[in-house]
């Protein structure tokens, strides 16, 4: 069955009964619940899912399931380092973000459907509006704010990132 | 407490007292609105806006959302009204796979019906190209996404019935879809295949799997002997299929039916019934005595046991051992036949069992029962395959079954409705203790098949020890029945589970039964006025029974009756989805 994947050893199933421990293995919680298991992986793994569906009374596998996968905030596929959210609502389009996504892409080899980098490092989405349209076209990086992006920006932004992470 | 409230539906004064929604009061008056993801037994959820109705003030109400209240006019077939089904309808449409000749549920399917009914002889839309891969992994169930119309009936089903979610609505928006979890097949989740999503779901999304096919060739070739074997509850609702009513008893039709299609002998599961109680009562005495793996929980539903041996496997060694009555039959029956008929030999024996179940299908595929019984056919599958031999049940004289498998008892029958086999067992563990019959016959309180009957605590006096049976249908109660064990919050002897809600007559292989909550009852009385009119009402009593006891098994749990009619059960938990957890 489809479970032997890379991922089943990495997941810690102490740590996740600890967060749902913190939340009482309540129904109620569950999207709290999601989301601290997101924040330790950047992403949903699918055993988490099953695991969480199985131990709180009152969901199963199947609907812990329907709500990772309803809410966009939730990813069940691993996440790079730097998750990069692209405002597309109408302010920052109009002001031009298309421009911006485009040139990240393309500096990171990505495309629609390939959201994530090939070294893992970034994850490039767009997202409908950041509520900060006076600062258009937004960029927010692991919630910094990056205000009145072009692809020049854009550039140097990645460009140092990367140089970071090489220099560690 | 129902004090005169009176509304008034297309002009006509109807009075209503607690009818849940304005949909009931509709069809008590006699009207009908069309609905796809209503069923009175479930939650409303509102879902298709077909049941919409036009209200005077009020505009356009779905009708089984709305509350009923005094003075409401209510007209149902207005023009607004039937313009807005209308487009529902070829919205639906234009998402479904419209391959009506070929699909499984033709003729059965409420899209299907509603279409022809509005006149959507021609769609606007563009129909869905993409098409999602049919699941056919497991033997009972078949579930085509192409064809769901996301009513969230068998959701509702499998979470309200069974408490045990394996169906759930997946992502959002126009991608939304009802699957198991992240899309796995069914047969790689911890579904137990009950059946009651398929007989909830009013397209052909989810169809029970079907091997008519495979029984025309049996029946054909004529190497091959086919015996039959029918179980208690397919006699009170297969009429249904050819106009009788809910609870007439066609067993001798079917009998004559059977053999007029070409099958060799026709057996009863009735009889195997009675040996089931012989059996399990038996042992039940047995666990009283050494006061070991009490509660005793019954293993006739193979939905339960399946839901055991996933869930709770920490607990199997509370069920009983006996085979249900279909496990017990087919071994019997390949044993003996050969013994008493000409021409039978256990190699070419074929055992084809009629079932009220779609779960049956895959307890005959277990490891543990293999190549006992052949063939499974729901009463579903039964009914299209006399029709389509040309045979009209209801103008057939009745006849009998073949001897010496088809006598049976009162207790037998009763099997077929939840409560019915903790009687069963209990009329002949009376005798069994007391050496004398038990008085009063009908233990009327362990019976009831509606919704507020799910639970049923009854004690009865067995010559001085109080014998405690708790009866539960559906596997939501079981589990919470399970909890309480667990838990040391409350003690009884005997468990009797069946895992769709009123038990096999409303099984999720059934004809079908959810717009009308009144035919489970039916089929139940059914079976209850069988019980009263057979000579013999103890399973202990049944003659043919007797026999099998004196000529070939010599006594209840005896080593032979061990090897044939006892099981055992494994920790499947351990090959689930969940076993890393």
Known sequence: MGLQTQSQNAIDFKLIDSILRDYEYKKSNLIAILQKVQEKYRYLPEEALTYIGTKIEGVSPATVYGVATFYAQFSLEPKGKYEVKVCDGTACHVRGSMPVLNALRSILNLKEGKYTSQDGLFTVETVSCLGACGLAPVMVINEKVYPQMTEDAVKIIIDTIIKEEKEG | MSDKKTLFINGKEVEFTNEPNLLEVIKKAGFSVPTLCYRPDLTQFGACRLCVVEIDGRGIQSSCTMPPEAGLRVKTNTMRVRRIRKTVLELLLANHNRECTTCEKSGNCDLQK??????????????????????????????????????????????????????????????????????????????????????????????????????????????????????????????????????????????????????????????????????????????????????????????????????????????????????????????????????????????ISIMPCTAKKAEAARQELKDETDVVLTTYEIAKMIKS?????????????????????????????????????????????????????????????????????????????????????????????????????????????????????????????????????????????????????????????????????????????????????????????????
């Open chain 2, 114 to 351: 509603y279409a022809n009914e509005y006149g959507i002889t021609d769609l606007k839309y563009i129909q869905r190209k993409e098409m999602l891969p049919i699941d056919d992994s497991n033997p009972s169930i078949v579930r085509d996404p192409n064809k769901c119309i996301l009513c969230g009936a068998c959701v509702r089903a499998c979470s309200e019935f069974q408490g045990h979610s394996v169906l759930g609505f997946a992502n959002r928006g126009s991608k939304t879809q009802v699957q198991p979890f992240a899309g796995r097949e069914l047969s790689s989740v911890d579904c137990v295949y009950c059946g009651q999503c398929q007989a909830v779901c009013p397209t052909g999304a989810l169809t029970i799997k079907s091997e008519i096919d495979k029984v025309w060739d049996m029946v054909n070739d004529e190497k091959v002997k086919t015996l039959v074997q029918i179980a208690p509850s397919v006699r009170v609702a297969l009429g249904e299929a050819f106009g009788l009513k809910p609870g007439d008893n066609v067993i001798g039709l079917l009998n004559t039916a059977l053999k007029q299609i070409g099958f060799d002998l026709v057996f009863d599961t009735n009889f195997s019934a009675d040996l089931t109680i012989m059996e399990e009562a038996q042992e039940f005495l047995g666990r009283l005595k050494e006061g070991k793996n009490l509660p005793l929980f019954t293993s006739c539903c193979p939905a339960w046991i399946r839901y055991m041996e996933t869930q709770h496997p920490d607990m199997l060694n509370h069920l009983s051992t006996c085979k249900s009555p279909q496990g017990m039959l087919s071994p019997v029956l390949k044993e003996l036949v050969p013994q008493y008929f000409e021409g039978f030999t256990k190699d070419n024996i074929k055992v």
């Open chain 2, 389 to 581: 031999a040309g045979i009209d049940l209801s103008e057939l004289e009745p006849s009998e079954g073949d001897s010496p498998f088809e006598q049976y008892s009162g207790a037998a029958t009763i099997f077929g409705a939840s409560g019915g086999v903790a009687e069963a067992a209990l009329r002949t563990a009376y005798y069994m203790v007391t050496n004398e019959p038990l008085k009063d016959v009908d233990i009327v309180q362990m019976r009831g098949v509606d919704k507020n009957s799910r639970q049923k605590d009854v004690e009865v006096d067995v010559k001085g020890t109080k014998v405690k049976v708790r009866i539960v249908s559906t596997l939501k109660e079981a589990e919470k029945t399970l909890q309480q064990l667990k838990n040391g919050e409350t003690d009884f002897h005997i468990l009797e589970v069946m895992a769709c809600p009123g038990g096999c007559i409303n099984g999720g292989g059934q004809l079908r039964s959810c717009d009308d909550i009144s035919i489970k009852e039916k089929r139940a009385n059914g079976l209850y006025k069988e019980d009263r009119e057979l000579p013999h009402r103890m399973s202990y009593e049944n003659p043919e029974i007797k026999k099998l006891y004196d000529e070939f098994l010599k006594e209840p749990n005896s080593h032979k009756a061990h090897e044939l009619l006892h099981t055992h059960y494994s920790d499947k938990f351990k090959n689930s989805y969940k076993d890393l957890v």
